[in-house]
């Protein structure tokens, strides 16, 4: 799996738009972006992938540029239960169903009131 | 619907002794992992299971982690004998086959060996 390189912290003010960037500038042609999230004490949470189209749900948008060097993960309306550890993971998709995550250091955002 | 549940939630041991871990996949998911985040350090991929085989094991650290799926639906893993580096919370998560590969995280158990 590609590795990615995100900042360690961000701050974000409640309501505004959070914005999280990603490097994986060694993706492959057949990678995924996938984000999850870790809430304190919690177990991860996926959020949303993409392979080279923007994505949006009910969570969060996913931004990817056009040579798939980077993305950008946007939490249009950041809550303070959106404080939480996002990383930014690499993988094989749905294709290959059934592989592991590898996780990194991620991004601590801190949502204030 | 149930999510991925694990259990215990914490447990405390002393270093030599032996601990077993239970997860419970959301029914029908064939894909189990274990993975695991210990003090300080990145959550890190132990094992895989697709139903009751092994598909993946190069994350286990040692011979003294023993992983099984009997049955192809809850697992276990055990530590025996326990050392203090194992200290740490152990995750479970499951997906479907095919799909988008979302994996679903239970709520961990936090293992503490003195």
């Known amino acids: 799996d590609a590795k990615t390189t995100q900042p360690p912290s961000m701050d974000c003010a409640e309501g505004r738009a959070a914005n999280l960037p990603c490097n994986h500038s060694?993706?492959?042609?057949?990678?995924?972006v996938y984000w999850y999230r870790q809430i304190h004490s919690q177990g991860p949470q996926y959020i949303i992938h993409?392979?080279?189209n923007n994505e949006t749900n009910e969570m969060a948008s996913l931004i990817i540029t056009e040579d798939r060097k980077s993305s950008t993960l946007i939490l249009p309306h950041a809550t303070l239960r959106d404080t939480a550890v996002y990383y930014c993971?690499?993988?094989?998709?749905?294709?290959?169903?059934?592989?592991?995550?590898?996780f990194g250091e991620g991004t601590q955002l801190t949502v204030n009131p | 619907e149930a999510g991925v549940t694990q259990f215990p939630s914490h447990s405390v041991i002393e270093k030599g002794q032996t601990v077993t871990l239970r997860c419970d996949p959301i029914?029908?998911?064939?894909?189990l992992y274990w993975y695991r985040r210990v003090m300080g350090k990145e959550i890190k991929f132990l094992l895989h299971f697709v139903k009751e085989s092994k598909q993946d094991e190069s994350g286990m650290p040692n011979n003294r982690f023993l992983a099984e799926r009997t049955g192809g639906t809850y697992s276990t893993l055990k530590v025996q004998p326990a050392e203090l580096e194992d200290s740490g919370v152990y995750f479970c998560a499951s997906s479907q086959w095919g799909g988008r590969n979302e994996q679903f995280f239970g709520p961990g158990t936090r293992l503490t060996v003195l």
């Open positions: 029914s029908g998911h064939d894909n």
């Open positions: 993409g392979l080279k």
């Open positions: 060694t993706i492959s042609g057949n990678e995924y």
């Open positions: 993971i690499v993988r094989m998709g749905v294709e290959t169903s059934g592989s592991r995550l590898t």
